[in-house]
């Protein structure tokens, strides 16, 4: 039984994981059961998490058998909690792009936000446009996540741009993506364009450029503060690690 829900989660696509996750979470407090780990979304403890990711980016221990959060997910949920108004202010305008949907139904239930979402395709999002071009007036929201995106888009100067003029000054907003951190320069190259050589050289089979050290510049460069977070700094490193949340996860806070 261990075995097939571990095949489950490694087989089949994230997105349709969570809509399955009403089933994870009937079996994962039995096959999961211990206190090794823990999730600080659904505040529940593990024997251990799953691992997760294709060939090129495997990771043991990171997936979440109940709600199915990653480290990066984990490492935003406790920025949110212990360094945001995000649970807190009251009326505050988010526009959540691209939303995981391990925090979707949890901010849309939020009674403080008024909380948007947009994305290209997605059924689940509010709203759908193209980050090139979003149309909506400058000035909007107080609140704007948008992480895992831009590795994926033909400009992403320009998207950022875009963000930063929806963003009402003094918001602020989290911005992920991969990094190698063993590149300086972003890694761009529109001669490779099947799947397979872009996931060779970009760890995923969709993305279009890998970001190196010079991320933080280039959301400058759109107009963004940017403040680059290490919350294993303030943090225990027993209950960091109990997390499972790695030292090199940064957080990528944008303000404007
Ligand atoms: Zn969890």
């Known amino acids: 039984m261990k075995k097939f829900y571990k095949w489950l989660l490694n087989t089949l696509p994230r997105p349709i ?4 996750s009403y089933v994870f979470r009937l079996f994962a407090p039995l096959l999961y059961k211990g206190n090794k780990v823990e999730c600080p979304v659904c505040e529940k403890s593990f024997s251990k998490f799953l691992s997760y990711g294709s060939d090129i980016a495997h990771r043991e221990n990171v997936l979440c058998p109940y709600d199915l ?3 990066r997910h984990r490492a935003m949920w406790l920025y949110l909690k212990n360094k945001s108004n995000f649970f807190t202010k009251d009326d505050l305008t988010v526009m959540h792009i691209a939303p995981e949907q391990c925090f979707h139904k949890k901010f849309k239930n939020q009674k403080n936000l008024k909380y948007t979402t947009g994305d290209l395709l997605s059924p689940i999002a509010d709203l759908h446009f193209d980050l090139h071009e979003i149309p909506l007036e400058d000035n909007q929201y107080e609140v704007i996540f948008c992480n895992h995106v831009m590795e994926h888009v033909k400009d992403d100067l320009q998207c950022m741009k875009e963000l930063y003029r929806i963003m009402k000054p003094g918001g602020w907003g989290i911005m992920q993506v991969p990094i190698d951190a063993s590149r300086n320069e972003t890694y761009e190259d529109w001669s490779i364009t099947t799947p397979e050589e872009r996931e060779k050289h970009f760890w995923q089979y969709d993305h279009v450029r890998l970001y190196g050290l010079n991320y933080p510049k280039r959301l400058e460069e759109a107009g963004f503060k940017v403040d680059v977070v290490d ?8 209950q960091f690690e109990r997390y499972r949340i790695p030292k090199s996860e940064l957080l990528y806070v944008v303000r404007k």
Do not use: D
């Open 17 to 20: 994981l969570i809509r399955l």
């Open 231 to 238: 919350l294993s700094e303030e943090m225990p490193a027993e």
């Open 69 to 71: 959060t990653l480290e």
